[in-house]
T-cell receptor
Framework: GENVEQHPSTLSVQEGDSAVIKCTYS??????FPWYKQELGKRPQLIID?????GEKKDQRIAVTLNKTAKHFSLHITETQPEDSAVYFC????????????FGKGTSLLVTP | DGGITQSPKYLFRKEGQNVTLSCEQN?????MYWYRQDPGQGLRLIYY???????QKGDIAEGYSVSREKKESFPLTVTSAQKNPTAFYLC???????????FGQGTRLTVV
């Protein structure tokens, strides 16, 4: 299937610092790019998403940027807090799968006090 | 946390048995999906359905089967042909493709 690459696989930051997670995708027809947060043993929850006609979107401490030409998008979390610690997944819609979401392998974020 | 419900939360299967995982949604969503999650592997698409009575294979469909007889329901059967079924299974639904996917709470399947 179409690939979504996510980096880094683990990220450790101090409380108050910023965290950045980057993803690349291969399907040029992808038009929807969500980010999910998953806490241990729980279901993934959407934290922010962006569509292909927008380059940047912000929601309080969270922002996502999209570069369609380069086929990459990034999640930015500012002023991190210990409760931000979780696994974060990026995803991209796949044209050949009815635009189902193809997920990256995840980034385990640890925010230390 | 209503909207999309998976059952059971934990399931144990003996080798050679088929088991069926339930997924029900009351969000009036047309699209439904099944993902498998293994440690370090992210979520991988097993099957998807864009509309009732229609479904398509995802990236890792071998050893699995689904049905979509009702809009609300999208059960997944893990057959004995699936050689490594132990995993966390997540069902999701969305209004259509390229929209937010809402996930169920997952079913953890273990082969004993």
């Amino acid at each position: 299937g179409e690939n979504v690459e996510q980096h880094p696989s683990t990220l450790s930051v101090q409380e108050g610092d910023s965290a950045v997670i980057k993803c690349t995708y291969s399907d040029s027809a992808s038009n929807y790019f969500p980010w999910y947060k998953q806490e241990l043993g729980k279901r993934p929850q959407l934290i922010i998403d962006i569509r292909s006609n927008v380059g940047e979107k912000k929601d309080q401490r969270i922002a996502v940027t999209l570069n369609k030409t380069a086929k990459h998008f990034s999640l930015h979390i500012t002023e991190t807090q210990p409760e931000d610690s979780a696994v974060y997944f990026c995803a991209a819609s796949i044209r050949n799968s009815g635009y189902a979401l193809n997920f990256g392998k995840g980034t385990s974020l640890l925010v230390t006090p | 946390d209503g909207g999309i419900t998976q059952s059971p939360k934990y399931l144990f299967r003996k080798e050679g048995q088929n088991v069926t995982l339930s997924c029900e949604q009351n969000l009036n969503h047309d699209a439904m999906y099944w993902y498998r999650q293994d440690p370090g592997q992210g979520l991988r698409l097993i099957y998807y359905s864009q509309i009732v009575n229609d479904f398509q294979k995802g990236d890792i469909a071998e050893g699995y089967s689904v049905s979509r007889e009702k809009k609300e329901s999208f059960p997944l059967t893990v057959t004995s042909a699936q050689k490594n079924p132990t995993a966390f299974y997540l069902c999701a639904s969305s209004i259509d493709g390229a929209s937010e996917a809402f996930f169920g709470q997952g079913t953890r399947l273990t082969v004993v």
